[in-house]
């Protein structure tokens, strides 16, 4: 694992050099990243997956929050590298966690040697025909991405006017800091007045995940009386 940079950026020496050195036959990397919501651009993941054919290993770029980001996605470098594999899942945007339902997109020759080694019964045919439904509507179960995407930028504003600094986020959440509290008190301090949100381990950050206008708008009280 190489550690990223202090503004949750990929390291692209180390990661390179890493490869190099230790020859992995597969390297994972998360875009939109969780928990910080920063993502990769597609030349990093280019000089990534040029680093891993050196090696014969696959390059696997995890998407599972990609439908709320506006960057392009890994996807449109399988036609160039085959060692390039994307995986995403249904239970972010299209609101599907229950179903726990991924999927991948990558080369056919890939695709082909993975029909060999999966499971027999990994997917129940209720599991496949409820997604085939929700692909089938698509328009209308990613309808309200763009309304959260909106609401996410004005609770980054938000935070911003309360002088916190925000991680760049391409994800349903944002990542913040600046404030005096340790992460655990103040994060008790918003449980103590009905507002959950996130201590994901990162000393003197917290995550919260965009919600409801009311939500955010409570939130956004709470934390200011215990910030100001």
């Known amino acids: 694992m190489v550690a990223r940079n202090a503004d949750f950026s990929l ?13 992995p036959s597969i390297t994972f990397v998360t875009t939109p990243n969780n928990p910080t919501g920063t993502t990769s651009s597609i030349e990093e993941l280019k000089q990534i997956a040029v680093q891993m054919k050196k090696v014969g290993g ?18 449109t470098l399988i036609n160039e590298f085959e060692n390039v594999l994307v995986i995403r899942t ?22 082909n040697a993975m029909m060999i080694v999966r499971l027999p019964y990994h997917l129940s045919s209720l599991t496949q025909a409820t997604a085939q439904v929700a692909l089938e509507n698509t328009d209308l179960l990613l309808g309200k991405v763009a309304q959260l995407r909106d ?28 404030f005096k509290n340790t992460s655990s ?6 449980v103590d007045k009905g507002v959950l949100i996130r201590d994901v381990g990162l000393p003197s950050y917290l995550r919260v ?11 956004i009280s709470e934390l200011t009386s215990l910030i100001k």
């Open 11 to 23: 390291n692209i020496p180390e990661i390179l050099a890493a490869i190099t050195k230790s020859k």
């Open 209 to 219: 995940s965009v919600g409801t206008e009311a939500e955010n708008d409570k939130f």
């Open 58 to 75: 696959l390059l696997v770029v995890d998407e599972a929050y990609a439908e709320f980001s506006n960057h392009l996605s890994a996807a």
């Open 90 to 111: 249904m239970s972010k945007a299209f609101a599907f966690a229950g179903v726990r339902l991924g999927y991948l997109v990558a080369n056919t020759q890939v695709i």
């Open 151 to 178: 609401a996410r930028d004005k609770l980054i504003t938000k935070l911003e006017q309360l002088g916190l600094t925000v991680a760049p986020t391409q994800a349903n959440f944002i990542l913040f800091t600046g």
């Open 185 to 190: 008190q103040l994060w008790q301090g918003l």
